[in-house]
């Protein structure tokens, strides 16, 4: 059975899209046993969380794999078959290590990505589908992810909105985790700042959007806050961050409304970040003496100012991705050449227990033992050299240079045996 790993994420599908084939981990258990009851998958393990859902496997049928996952979620295959990507062997097994390591992350080097692979490991292993072949490439992609993180500064600079975002509001709050953080929006770039904030566990987080259903979809996801935009103006002076990124024509937060917040919280520091275009915030905010209003033009000099570093970390990173996965599959060649090494082995202590009980019994009638002993040798030779033999006697004229080439690596033959 080759090894697989097939799925869709941020890359290749909509939020839309990716919500209907979630799995919440209550019933993790039940699909894993589900997808490997029968021959088609041996061994499984699933990653879900909000930006993917992949499903690594061994299988000869991988196509069952992609209908297993349409039809779990009583889904038309159609509706998510554009969407879908699957991996084989080396490909499935450099994937699952970039996905540990944070390369495939919407937030490039996120280090909370690990913790849901272990998570996912340790789902499969509760269910008993993780076997031998998963469970070594888990533990490899981990020593993979852990050399990345160590030796390399994928996590150090900040290469996106959202993480400039923080490093700003981290300028002027020491901890995130002490404050309370709005989110005005719920379109991507609001989901991928919640991401990013929400790792450093701030003290709340609430998320306000004109389209409800959107927001709570959001807030469901990370477990926080919801709040009606008609309730914005009273409820602005309690939140210490605010991040706004909506498709609104005309500002949301006006100068009037920031004044009454900067009033009402006795002029403690408020951080605002409109990365909206055209603007969510009014510009004249900037002027408050306790405001610090940053634009997605401040935002975009911090992301530049790190992105040739990380760059250079992306590279150094793929190089250590590389030599991890070429170790694994090393390991995958030698367990498949096991077979035959125990077969070979049996063939060979069969050959010796025939000649070595036609060796006794002719001692036992008396034989000359220099003779048996010569006899004993001579039938082992003939029958273990029997095989290669007839390999190279049969060989077709075009393919015997070749034959004779492995015959002579396979018993490592010098020039001095010619």
Known sequence: MQLYALG???????????????????????????????PAVREAAILSTCNRTELYFASDAPQYAADWLARFHRLPPDDISPYLYSHPEREAVR??????????????????????VKDAVHKAEEAGTLGALLHRLFQSAFAAAKEVRSTTAIGANIVSMAAAAVHLAERVFERIGDQHVLFIGAGEMIELCV?????????????????????????????????????????????DIVVSCTASPLPIVGLGMAERAVKARRHRPMVMVDLAVPRDIEPEVLGLDDVFLYTIDDLAQVVE????????????????????????????????????????????????????????????????????????????????????????????????????????QLFNLSDRFR
């Open 8 to 38: 869709l994420n941020h890359h290749t599908a909509p939020l839309a899209i990716r919500e209907q084939v979630a799995f919440a981990s209550g019933c993790l258990d039940r699909a894993l046993r589900d997808l490997t009851d029968g």
């Open 95 to 116: 994937h699952v290590f970039r996905v540990a390591s944070g390369l495939d992350s919407m937030v490039l080097g996120e280090p909370q990505i690990l913790g849901q």
């Open 195 to 239: 991401a990013h904030f929400a790792g450093e566990k701030p003290r709340s987080i609430t998320i306000a959007n004109r389209t409800g259903a959107r927001a709570h979809t959001l807030a469901e996801r990370f477990g926080v806050q919801t709040l009606g935009m008609e309730a914005l103006a009273e409820a602005l002076p309690k939140f």
């Open 305 to 408: 100012t790190g992105l040739e570093s990380r760059q250079q970390a992306v590279v150094e990173a793929e190089d250590i991705i590389d030599g991890h996965v070429d170790g694994f599959l090393h390991w995958m060649q030698a367990r498949d050449a096991v077979p035959a090494i125990r077969a070979l082995r049996r063939y060979a202590e069969s050959v010796r227990e025939a000649e070595l009980e036609r060796a006794l019994k002719l001692l036992a009638r008396g034989g000359d033992p220099g003779h048996v002993l010569e006899a004993l040798s001579h039938g082992l030779a003939n029958k273990l050299m029997h095989g290669p033999t007839r390999y190279l006697s049969r060989a077709e004229d075009e393919n015997r240079a070749e034959a004779g080439r492995i015959v002579r």
